[in-house]
């Protein structure tokens, strides 16, 4: 075809409105290209086979945004959100650079088998009294960017899904509020040399080109050591479900990969308060779930340790694991701000068999509710070896309750305290520093007159063991003393039984001394 045939053509399109809306809109992207389903892999591939280089963007002398408060008076006009009011229901918008978020972050948009880039513009933003707005002769590029649906009410468009900084995202379920993070991929987590922060340095936008509740979001991930390609499948609802395929390329060999790595912060809650705080609990997560391949279902209270604390569970084709929220009522929490009680559960539902490995847990101390310390992902056994490839399918499930694909144990923990055993057959009472009384209940699963518990420790006694129906909740109720004399750490189990059959989670926790 002749040019000038090429040009007829063109004009065509764009008469007949068959052009993508890219086409249209040259003040908003700059020129589109093809885009094929192997794009994204084939980029990985490619820079994986180069040195990284660390791009940083090189903020003007006269605009300063050094401040979070400064950062958060930069706010995006929600009048100009990309595909507002189009038949799909999706929108969305940028966050701007600064503050934290200094890496330039390319956002792509696709429609049919085309992509263009969005053009950096500063007057999509409203800049309050604290930042001084940039004059626009410097591409500033963008931080990230929120996915807006009407998740909540059909009038109105919520943001329920962010990607911003490194390669850390979240989401929530209807009715919920932002709470932990998952990342894209974790690198070196708890080794001495220090950890490594992959990041997602670009992004590919799909148009849904039909109402499917469905967006596609595809993403290239790079770091010194490793560069990915991701795609993700998101449909919004009461569980929001991710559904995440992602091919690895590693730079150098990796033996300390986290793969599905989630972010939470646990302050307090029954079973340790180590601050003082008129609230009853503090956090946005309380336990790690996980369903072995076996088919084991285990429960493991979170807690907030004097110094860091890193568990291991070995497992071979695992199932399933997250880090949950369970407790659900204001009066659990008593924080009118931060609304504890609504912060998501995310589950991990592995596709495919992930072989042998364990699913690690780090529990980091912390003063204060704003630092998140609680870590949690799959670390493989096997080494990711430099210049080779690897492929990691998986559901994410962003929910209050239970993923419902799932099937759920007899029995869920639903409450787990401690405190100090008291003697009260001695006058005056008295009690042992030393004696530890724990109290877990389990909801749902036989009643607790045909149940018994196992209870063991890897040291240190175990002594009180009783079974017993709390008449206030209809829960099956197991405490038991543990006796700590001399000891610094201690993994205590719990098992409830029917008979000889797990007619439960597996309790699971570790004590250390504060």
């Known amino acids: 075809m002749g040019q000038a045939a090429k040009l007829a053509a063109f004009a065509a399109a ?55 408060d400064q950062y958060r008076d930069i706010r995006f006009n929600t009048d100009r959100s990309l595909w507002k009011g189009e038949e799909h229901k999706f929108s969305f918008d940028m966050f701007h650079s600064g503050f934290l978020f200094t890496k330039p972050v390319d956002i792509y948009v696709i429609e049919g088998d085309k992509q263009a880039k ?45 990607f911003q900084g490194a390669s850390y995202f979240r989401a929530v379920g209807r009715g ?15 080794q001495p040399s220090g950890e490594e922060f992959p990041a997602f340095r670009s992004f590919w936008i799909k148009k849904p080109e039909a ?12 770091s010194p050591s490793i560069t990915g390609a991701y795609r993700f499948s998101i449909k919004p609802g009461d569980d929001t479900q991710m559904d995440v395929e992602m091919t690895l390329f590693p730079r150098r060999d990796l033996t300390h990969v986290g793969i599905a790595p989630l972010t939470s912060m646990f302050l307090f ?41 890193i568990s291991a569970f070995q497992d071979m084709s695992p199932r399933g694991f997250g880090l949950m929220q369970r407790t659900r009522r ?27 490995g364990a699913v690690e847990l780090y529990e980091i101390p912390t ?51 401690s405190g100090v055993d008291y003697d009260y057959a001695s006058n005056p009472p008295k009690y042992d520093p030393n004696l530890r009384m724990y109290v877990i209940e389990f909801a749902g699963g036989p009643t607790a007159g045909e149940l018994s518990a196992d209870v063991t420790a890897s040291a240190g006694t175990i002594s009180k063991v009783v079974v017993y129906e709390n008449p206030e909740n209809g829960t099956t109720r197991v405490s038991f003393a543990h006796d700590t004399t001399g000891l610094e750490l201690a993994e205590l189990r719990a098992v409830l039984k029917r008979g000889d059959v797990v007619a439960g989670e597996i309790w699971l926790f570790r004590w250390t001394r504060s």
């Open 176 to 190: 919920l509020l932002y709470g932990l993070s998952a990342r894209g991929l974790a690198i070196d987590t708890g």
């Open 14 to 68: 764009f008469k007949t409105g068959s052009l993508p809306q890219f086409a249209q809109a040259s003040e908003l992207y700059e020129p589109f290209s093809e885009f094929r389903d192997d794009f994204v892999r084939n980029l990985a591939r490619e820079l994986a086979a180069k040195p990284y280089v660390d791009e940083k963007i090189e903020m003007p002398a006269d605009f300063e945004v050094s401040t979070y």
């Open 118 to 162: 969005l053009k950096y513009d500063p007057s999509l933003f409203v800049f309050g009294p604290k930042v001084k707005p940039p004059d626009g002769k410097t591409d500033l590029h963008y931080a990230g960017f929120r996915i807006r649906y009407p998740i909540n009410n059909p009038d109105v468009h919520d943001e329920f899904v962010v």
């Open 211 to 222: 109402p499917t509740g469905i967006i596609v979001i595809e993403a290239l991930l790079d």
């Open 330 to 356: 204001y009066e659990d929490f008593l924080d009118l701000e931060s609304k504890y009680e609504r912060r998501p559960s995310l589950w991990v539902e592995p596709i495919g068999d992930w072989a042998a």
């Open 269 to 309: 809650n029954a079973i340790g308060r180590p601050v003082e705080d008129y609230r009853n609990a503090v956090h946005d997560s309380d336990g790690l779930m996980m369903l072995r391949g076996t088919g084991e279902w285990l429960w493991r209270p979170l807690s907030n340790p004097r110094t860091l604390q």
């Open 367 to 417: 003063e204060f509710e704003t630092n998140d310390n609680i870590v949690a992902f799959w670390r493989p056994k096997e080494t990711l070896k430099q210049g080779g490839s690897n492929t990691y399918v998986y559901r994410l499930h962003w929910c209050a309750t239970w993923p419902t694909e799932q099937p759920a144990p007899l029995a869920l923990v639903s409450f787990s305290g």
